[in-house]
């Protein structure tokens, strides 16, 4: 089995409080993650490298600092880690990140597997995942709570947690996935892992080693322009602390939300 | 062939229409208003003539209906194929759906083939001096981001559930139901469903009116038992966070949050939980936020519209009963 596994560096969210808002972490300098969505696909290929054998390779499209994110998909045990960057690349879409991913996994060559988290929760498209199967021509299953692969019989069992119940699909390889929390525990990076990160230097790919007409990637500005970047507006209700016994507290709250047309 | 006309296409379940459907097709209906062309529904399945007759009822202009054994089920491939054949034939200027798992999915593999703008997830959308412009939350719901689509068409644009509201029905309204052949064999399609088990009892988390959760203050497993009871005397449903779904007292698929699902209900009551940015991020743009929690200094009281101090086991049964007292005729 030879995966993939695609990663993103985000803004770690839990660094927001009163005094660092959405922008302010988001602006350089801010403290990264790897996404946490992401740490999911990471374990899964993992896991499927210790069950079947073969190897795994994470991939990222991000600058320098993007190295930190390979270095915790190192530790936690992927084989290899690529970094994929380009000064023609400024903030780069979902589908122009796609474009990269897919000629990274064309150029790494006969990948039975890609996996990626269901979403980054910082851009929020759950795009860049689908787009790449999308221009690899490959089936992308998305959503999935477990997973099954039977590399003998080039296919595998998913389990995908929809909005109204869980769906059973059956796909062949090769293929892309997209996994949600459910599927595993993501393991804590050993010391002795950790310690091989640190020292590991990381490869860089840039369009001309992936063979990318920069022109086809470089202007994202065709298809999306983001004009504003704000604070959404708090147009907050007032709190109103309910009083009393339960039973006093309780009727004056249901009274409240009948009012408010909720009840 | 207009050129501004609007496609939005209609999930569904076996021929049930997702109420996110509706709002898509609102919205469609208000964006072809204002662009002067016609909304045309894309329904894709297999026995849809009644979905597609509701569409009409529920403002298409038409419908394209696909109907074929191999669509019986989303699956990605023959529906993208399919879609993505639709739009080069038809070149609508505008593709709109709701941002439930297939709609995603489903617009970000077609802008993918077609090299198309897609703007995800959008709260807010108007079209200003002939533009369309899309306001989306990024960076779990703290930023706010405008955004605005260049040449490409049709713009693509998912929208998040329960952020507009639903197209109205009106059983007189006439349209063309036109159908379409479907563009995959199933020998073609990698991807086969083998089963489907819908979640047992309690309503659909996402598309919740009123959401009652539990946090790490429920204790545990059986800490959720006065939630449910809560949760079934408003025809709830049940959510959790991050804290009570690890400790394992409840199900992931419970989980509002960063790492959990996004709602966005009239009302939701969270019971012992402390609001950490991870879980306001799931649910703060709920219409109306009840926080029932012993310590007055938890954040989620700042984002409560109504707050009770005290232990959740005394108040949220005597709520149920409260409520149950007043909604029992």
């Given at each position: 089995?030879?995966?993939?596994?695609?990663?993103?560096?985000?803004?770690?969210t839990?660094?927001?409080?009163?005094?660092?808002?959405?922008?302010?972490?988001?602006?350089?300098g801010?403290?990264?993650?790897?996404?946490?969505?992401?740490?999911?696909?990471?374990?899964?290929?993992?896991?499927?490298?210790?069950?079947?054998?073969?190897?795994t390779?994470?991939?990222?499209?991000?600058?320098l600092?993007?190295?930190?994110?390979l270095?915790?998909?190192?530790?936690?045990?992927?084989?290899?880690?690529?970094?994929?960057?380009?000064?023609?690349?400024?903030?780069?879409?979902?589908?122009?990140?796609?474009?990269?991913?897919?000629?990274?996994?064309?150029?790494?060559g006969?990948?039975?597997?890609?996996?990626?988290?269901r979403?980054?929760?910082?851009a929020n498209?759950?795009?860049?995942a689908?787009q790449?199967?999308?221009?690899?021509?490959?089936?992308?299953?998305s959503?999935i709570?477990?997973?099954n692969?039977?590399?003998n019989?080039?296919?595998?069992?998913a389990?995908?947690?929809?909005?109204?119940?869980?769906?059973?699909?059956?796909c062949?390889?090769?293929?892309a996935?997209?996994?949600?929390?459910?599927?595993?525990e993501?393991?804590?990076?050993?010391?002795?892992?950790?310690?091989?990160?640190?020292?590991?230097?990381?490869p860089?790919?840039s369009?001309a080693?992936?063979?990318?007409?920069?022109?086809?990637?470089?202007?994202s500005?065709?298809?999306?322009?983001?004009?504003?970047l704000?604070?959404?507006?708090?147009?907050?209700?007032?709190?109103?602390?309910?009083e009393?016994?339960?039973?006093?507290?309780?009727?004056?709250?249901?009274?409240?939300?009948?009012?408010?047309g909720?009840? | 062939?207009?050129?501004?006309?609007?496609?939005?296409?209609?999930d569904?379940?076996?021929?049930?229409?997702?109420?996110?459907a509706?709002?898509?097709?609102?919205?469609?209906?208000?964006?072809?208003?204002?662009?002067?062309?016609?909304?045309r529904?894309?329904?894709?399945?297999?026995?849809?003539?009644?979905?597609a007759?509701?569409?009409i009822?529920?403002?298409?202009?038409?419908?394209l209906?696909?109907?074929?054994?191999?669509?019986?089920?989303?699956?990605?491939?023959?529906?993208?194929?399919?879609?993505?054949?639709?739009?080069?034939?038809?070149?609508?200027?505008?593709?709109v759906?709701?941002?439930?798992?297939?709609?995603?999915?489903?617009s970000?593999?077609?802008?993918?083939?077609?090299?198309?703008?897609?703007a995800?997830?959008?709260t807010?959308?108007?079209?200003?001096?002939?533009s369309?412009?899309?306001?989306?939350?990024?960076?779990?719901?703290?930023?706010?981001?405008?955004?605005?689509?260049?040449?490409?068409?049709?713009?693509?644009?998912?929208?998040?559930?329960?952020?507009?509201p639903?197209?109205?029905e009106?059983?007189?309204?006439?349209?063309?139901?036109?159908?379409?052949?479907?563009?995959?064999?199933?020998?073609?399609?990698?991807?086969?469903?083998?089963?489907?088990?819908p979640?047992?009892g309690?309503?659909?988390?996402?598309?919740a009116?009123?959401?009652?959760?539990?946090?790490r203050?429920v204790?545990?497993?059986e800490?959720?038992e006065?939630?449910?009871a809560?949760?079934?005397?408003l025809?709830?449903?049940?959510g959790a966070?991050?804290?009570?779904?690890d400790?394992?007292?409840i199900?992931?698929?419970?989980?509002?949050?960063q790492t959990?699902?996004?709602?966005?209900?009239?009302?939701?009551?969270?019971?012992?939980?402390?609001?950490?940015?991870q879980?306001?991020a799931?649910m703060?743009?709920?219409?109306?936020?009840?926080?029932?929690?012993?310590?007055?200094?938890?954040?989620?009281?700042?984002?409560?519209?109504?707050?009770i101090v005290?232990?959740?086991?005394?108040?949220?049964?005597?709520?149920?009963?409260?409520?149950?007292?007043?909604?029992?005729?």
């Amino acid at each position: 089995m030879k995966t993939v596994v695609l990663v993103k560096q985000v803004p770690d969210t839990a660094q927001l409080s009163p005094t660092v808002d959405g922008l302010k972490l988001s602006a350089p300098g801010g403290l990264r993650i790897v996404n946490p969505w992401d740490e999911h696909a990471i374990e899964a290929a993992i896991q499927l490298k210790e069950v079947h054998g073969g190897s795994t390779t994470a991939l990222c499209v991000g600058s320098l600092e993007a190295s930190e994110a390979l270095k915790t998909a190192l530790a936690m045990g992927v084989d290899e880690a690529v970094r994929l960057s380009d000064p023609a690349l400024d903030n780069p879409d979902s589908l122009t990140t796609a474009r990269i991913l897919a000629a990274a996994v064309r150029k790494i060559g006969a990948v039975d597997l890609i996996l990626a988290g269901r979403s980054s929760i910082d851009a929020n498209h759950a795009a860049t995942a689908v787009q790449t199967a999308a221009l690899l021509d490959l089936p992308h299953v998305s959503y999935i709570a477990a997973l099954n692969v039977t590399p003998n019989t080039r296919s595998f069992t998913a389990t995908r947690l929809l909005e109204q119940g869980r769906e059973t699909v059956t796909c062949r390889l090769p293929a892309a996935i997209s996994v949600v929390k459910e599927l595993n525990e993501p393991r804590y990076p050993t010391f002795i892992g950790i310690r091989k990160a640190a020292g590991a230097v990381i490869p860089e790919w840039s369009l001309a080693d992936l063979d990318v007409d920069p022109t086809s990637v470089g202007d994202s500005s065709t298809r999306l322009i983001e004009s504003n970047l704000n604070i959404p507006s708090a147009s907050k209700a007032e709190l109103e602390i309910i009083e009393g016994s339960p039973e006093e507290a309780a009727r004056l709250l249901v009274d409240r939300l009948v009012d408010e047309g909720v009840v | 062939m207009s050129r501004a006309d609007v496609f939005v296409w209609i999930d569904h379940r076996g021929g049930t229409a997702d109420p996110i459907a509706w709002e898509a097709l609102g919205v469609g209906r208000r964006l072809a208003a204002d662009l002067g062309g016609r909304v045309r529904a894309v329904v894709i399945g297999m026995d849809i003539a009644n979905l597609a007759q509701q569409a009409i009822c529920r403002g298409a202009d038409d419908v394209l209906a696909a109907n074929d054994p191999s669509l019986k089920d989303f699956r990605l491939e023959p529906y993208a194929a399919l879609l993505t054949r639709l739009i080069n034939g038809e070149a609508p200027a505008v593709f709109v759906t709701g941002a439930s798992s297939a709609g995603l999915e489903l617009s970000a593999y077609v802008a993918a083939r077609l090299d198309l703008g897609l703007a995800a997830d959008c709260t807010s959308i108007r079209v200003e001096n002939g533009s369309l412009i899309a306001e989306r939350p990024v960076l779990i719901g703290n930023l706010l981001s405008t955004v605005t689509f260049g040449d490409t068409t049709p713009r693509m644009i998912s929208l998040r559930r329960r952020a507009f509201p639903s197209a109205d029905e009106d059983p007189a309204r006439k349209g063309e139901i036109i159908p379409v052949s479907v563009t995959l064999s199933e020998d073609d399609i990698a991807t086969k469903v083998e089963s489907f088990e819908p979640s047992g009892g309690g309503a659909s988390l996402t598309g919740a009116k009123t959401v009652v959760s539990g946090g790490r203050g429920v204790g545990g497993p059986e800490g959720f038992e006065p939630i449910r009871a809560l949760a079934d005397a408003l025809g709830a449903a049940v959510g959790a966070s991050r804290a009570a779904v690890d400790a394992g007292w409840i199900p992931y698929s419970h989980q509002v949050g960063q790492t959990g699902k996004t709602v966005q209900p009239d009302l939701y009551i969270a019971c012992g939980i402390s609001g950490a940015i991870q879980h306001l991020a799931g649910m703060k743009t709920a219409r109306v936020i009840v926080a029932i929690n012993q310590n007055r200094d938890a954040p989620i009281f700042q984002h409560a519209r109504f707050g009770i101090v005290g232990n959740l086991f005394e108040i949220v049964p005597t709520i149920e009963q409260e409520v149950r007292k007043r909604l029992t005729p």
